[in-house]
T-cell receptor, first 112, second 116 residues
Framework: AQSVTQPDIHITVSEGASLELRCNYS??????LFWYVQSPGQGLQLLLK??????LVQGIKGFEAEFKRSQSSFNLRKPSVHWSDAAEYFC??????????FGTGTRLQVFP | DADVTQTPRNRITKTGKRIMLECSQT?????MYWYRQDPGLGLRLIYY???????NKGEISDGYSVSRQAQAKFSLSLESAIPNQTALYFC???????????????FGAGSRLTVL
């Protein structure tokens, strides 16, 4: 069965520090992979997606993610975190039944 | 105006009451979804609809029903609410995958439901 694991429930970083949020997936075929961000009181917004091609994908707000098939991972990165990046981040995998399976989320806290 | 609008945004109700959460969209998307978010559990799919005449159960459909009144409207009902249905509910829409693969979802702002 398809699944998505986000091992880190809560991450705290200082403003200006680099960030990496981990995501591992289980899926038998070529995955479609997504990162969404949820700011407090808001719905989810798409940060970036991977469908095929270049394994390093760029998204909005300075985020990027790298698809590593050998590790079944799609980690999200940002070189320098801003206080406004504090939010909850969800990784998701698209399945062949056209539904998304979401991870449990990682809450990011940013200290000044 | 938001592309995907959910009403109400917040609702407190009592056990046994019937509740309807409504979703409307201006994206022109055929596909609509209802998800439930619980702390530590992420988002779980309740129901989804690929067009007006198509309704499908998701992974946690028990205790819920839906109605697709039009392409732009998809409502979620709790016939007899219970406390463990207290959660944040999201409606989402998408186009078919087409040449780009899987769906890209557009989410509403959420409806927070509390069942006492």
């Amino acid at each position: 069965a398809q699944s998505v694991t986000q091992p880190d429930i809560h991450i705290t970083v200082s403003e200006g520090a680099s960030l990496e949020l981990r995501c591992n997936y289980s899926y038998g075929a070529t995955p479609y992979l997504f990162w969404y961000v949820q700011s407090p009181g808001q719905g989810l917004q798409l940060l970036l997606k991977y469908f095929s091609g270049d394994t390093l994908v760029q998204g909005i707000k300075g985020f990027e993610a790298e698809f590593k098939r050998s590790q079944s991972s799609f980690n999200l990165r940002k070189p320098s975190v801003h206080w406004s990046d504090a939010a909850e981040y969800f990784c998701a995998v698209g399945t062949n039944t056209d539904k998304l399976i979401f991870g449990t989320g990682t809450r990011l806290q940013v200290f000044p | 105006d938001a592309d995907v609008t959910q009403t109400p945004r917040n609702r407190i109700t009592k056990t046994g009451k019937r509740i309807m959460l409504e979703c409307s969209q201006t994206k022109g998307h055929d596909r609509m979804y209802w998800y439930r978010q619980d702390p530590g559990l992420g988002l779980r799919l309740i129901y989804y609809s690929f067009d007006v005449k198509d309704i499908n159960k998701g992974e946690i459909s028990d205790g819920y029903s839906v109605s697709r009144q039009a392409q732009a409207k998809f409502s979620l009902s709790l016939e007899s609410a219970i406390p463990n249905q207290t959660a944040l509910y999201f409606c989402a829409t998408s186009d078919p995958p087409g040449a780009t693969g899987a769906n890209v979802l557009t989410f509403g702002a959420g409806s927070r439901l509390t069942v006492l």
